[in-house]
């Protein structure tokens, strides 16, 4: 038997952060306070978020990003990867804008 969470770090054990990315779906059951809940759910978000800080592919950043609209640190990272005229940079930037204000 599988679930998501299982899967997701899975693929990170295997450093395999595109597959972890695609099964990624933000949270584990956002409004559960049930302890294992909230450690598996801790456990995930900082598994995650570290492998794609670690990567040095923006496309992670970018993908991950639209999960985390309030993690400045993301988008700084993709904006520090994606190239110069790489269209995807007004999308990087316009979030970390937003990320900044709130």
Do not use: N
């Not at 595109?18 to 900082?46: H, N």
């Not at 992670?60 to 990867?81: F, K, V």
């Amino acid at each position: 038997m599988s679930c998501d969470a299982a899967d997701v770090l899975r693929a990170l054990e295997q450093g395999d952060t595109d597959t972890a990315l695609r099964r990624y779906r933000g949270p584990l059951l956002p409004r559960s306070v049930a302890p294992g809940i909230e450690e598996w759910r801790t456990r995930l978000e900082v598994a995650v978020r570290e492998a794609v800080l670690a990567s040095t592919r923006p496309d992670h950043a970018l993908r991950y990003g639209e999960r985390a609209p309030y993690d400045a640190e993301i988008h700084e990272h993709a904006l520090r990867l994606l190239a110069p005229r790489d269209p995807r940079r007004a999308i990087a930037a316009g979030r970390l804008t937003t990320a900044l204000r709130d």
